[in-house]
């Protein structure tokens, strides 16, 4: 194994290299033999490897693996950001700014490919974490401006090269950095929100699709806007012709919008926050849409109203994006119980016949828990659902085929018939 004094050296246990040679990105603590801090590089005061820094990581027989970068105390002790293909390691020792600027610059490369940004779109993920090989960083191009959304020690250590990349790669008018609230707590990281180049303003205005929103960066949900369902919406606008639609967690009217557009004759999109309310309005004003009403409610006290009406006064299609309900591990089991109690009533509020989109974007809650949690919902409502599409994330949220935990968006779509 050769000595690189400027990074750590992480030695893994017998049969624990395996998930990394199929380029799983995560690294456990249990699978670490031994990890060396930095010969020359900064370490902790007792002497440990700083959380966040770069480290080389190797298999039993000291075959190289790659680098990326560690931390001693989170349960993910070690992610990836370059894998090797036969073992040998580079004469170099691997510089984590470069990888990162080829990264940033490769990822930009694969939206162009993508077709992003377009004529009637200027709102994409640039950059979508392990997907594009850099763990704990997400980017999203919103407008004129970018949004970078950092969530490990080892992505704050390299604030200063990505924004610089940015800067270079698509020249934003502004950038903003952000730490979201729901950072693992061992990465010891507190919500921030910074701009970093040329001014924030107070809203901005973003096209998707050819649909006009308003955002508040600022006071919005992770980094403003969802740009993981641009697909999905579309689907809706073409289920939603004639029919009264009902968008329920609706934030800035994503789905609800899409449906307006695709000719629907009566929207609703329920939000519970008066400042995403007040930014659906402006986007409604925007649209010029005199066919939808932004309802300031809770998602389930609206569903539970609407399934107390006559048959022939309920939605022909509802639409469920519910915020994650499964923040941790632990939570998962109260989250499937929760994701099961909203799916019955949306299917209660729905008139026979009509259809459901729901979705997930819990990570600890995968596609065959989603798809049992829908069934049960199914037969708690007495009803049957006949799913015509099992969909994701968007092609601009590329995912690594052994990362399965980088598929984190599930939704089904289907059509809702009594039983």
């Not at 194994?1 to 199929?22: F, H």
């Not at 557009?261 to 400042?275: N, T």
Request: net charge neutral.
């Amino acid at each position: 194994m050769p000595e690189w004094p400027s990074l750590a050296r992480v030695q893994l246990r017998q049969g624990r290299a395996k998930p990394v040679w199929a380029a799983h990105p995560w690294v456990y603590s249990g699978a670490i033999e031994d990890l060396r801090p930095p010969i020359s590089g900064l370490r902790a005061e007792d002497g440990s490897v700083l959380p966040g820094w770069g480290a080389a990581v190797f298999d039993q027989l000291g075959r190289y693996l790659g680098v990326g970068y560690v931390h001693p105390r989170s349960q993910i002790a070690l992610r990836l950001m370059t894998f090797s293909r036969d073992g040998i390691a580079p004469a170099r020792a691997p510089d984590l700014a470069a990888i990162t600027r080829a990264h940033i610059g490769n990822a930009v490369a694969r939206r162009r490919d993508l077709g992003l940004p377009s004529a009637d779109t200027d709102t994409y993920r640039l950059v979508n974490a392990e997907g594009d090989a850099l763990p704990g960083l997400s980017v999203d191009v919103l407008g004129r401006g970018v949004v970078v959304q950092v969530t490990t020690q080892g992505m704050a250590r390299l604030e200063t090269v990505i924004t610089t990349a940015l800067e270079d790669t698509i020249a934003p008018e502004w950038i903003v950095v952000r730490t979201p609230d729901d950072v693992d707590v061992a990465e010891g990281l507190p919500p921030a929100l910074r701009v970093t180049r040329g001014e924030l303003p107070e809203r901005i205005e973003l096209t998707e699709n050819g649909v006009r929103y308003v955002v508040d960066v600022k006071g919005g949900q992770k980094t403003g806007f969802f740009c993981d369902q641009r697909d999905n919406r579309a689907l809706v606008a073409r289920l939603a012709k004639g029919r009264f639609v009902l968008d329920c967690y609706a934030y800035l009217g994503g789905f609800g919008f899409n449906a307006a557009r695709g000719g629907a004759r009566e929207v609703v999109c329920v939000e519970a926050s008066q400042r995403a309310v007040e930014c659906m309005e402006a986007g409604i004003a925007l649209n010029g849409m005199d066919n939808i009403t932004a309802l300031r409610e809770d998602a389930v006290l609206a569903l539970r109203r609407y399934a107390e009406r006559p048959e022939s006064e309920r939605p022909d299609l509802v639409v469920i994006d519910p915020p994650k309900f499964a923040r941790s591990a632990s939570s998962r089991d109260a989250a499937i119980q929760k994701y099961i109690h909203t799916n019955t009533i949306a299917m209660h509020a729905l008139r026979p016949g009509g259809w459901l989109v729901t979705c997930s974007c819990s990570g600890h809650v995968n596609a065959e828990d989603f798809h049992r949690i829908v069934a049960e919902a199914a037969y708690q409502a007495g009803r049957v659902l006949h799913a015509t599409h099992a969909l994701g994330a968007g092609p601009d949220h590329p995912v690594l085929p052994a990362h399965a935990e980088g598929r984190y968006l599930k939704v089904l779509v289907g059509q809702v018939e009594s039983r």
